[in-house]
């Protein structure tokens, strides 16, 4: 069982900046794919941004050139810059990680870290 502590939200003012971190621990296999999800009130969950293990990233469009995700493997911890952040970005922000082993594979999610933003 994988468990996360996360930390870095918050309140912000329109335009400003926020870094949230994750550290996984409890993996008894390779972690992969490790990033960060958010929900707003009313709306489903979306991708934000994943990072592989080898450092290939991936962003939703609505946040390219402001966030930026990185990551520590030997810790197991992975970051997200978010800057220029704006009113939409409101939302619990959640951490993922997917543990694989051979064939196998599992999804793992943190208790979520509120980031307001406001106008």
């Known amino acids: 069982q994988v468990h996360f502590v996360e930390s870095g939200g918050g309140l912000v003012q329109a335009g400003g900046s926020l870094r949230l971190s994750c550290a996984a621990s409890?993996?008894?296999?390779?972690?992969?794919?490790m990033g960060w999800y958010r929900q707003a009130p009313g709306k489903q969950r979306e991708l934000v941004a994943t990072i592989t293990s080898v450092g290939s990233t991936n962003y939703a469009d609505s946040v390219k050139g402001r966030f930026t995700i990185s990551r520590d493997s030997a810790k197991n911890t992975v970051y997200l810059q978010m800057n220029n952040l704006k009113p939409e970005d409101t939302a619990v922000y959640y951490c993922y990680a997917e543990e694989v082993y051979k064939l196998l594979r599992g999804d793992y999610w943190g208790q979520g870290t509120q980031v307001t933003v406001s106008s």
């Open positions: 409890g993996s008894r296999f390779s972690i992969n794919v």
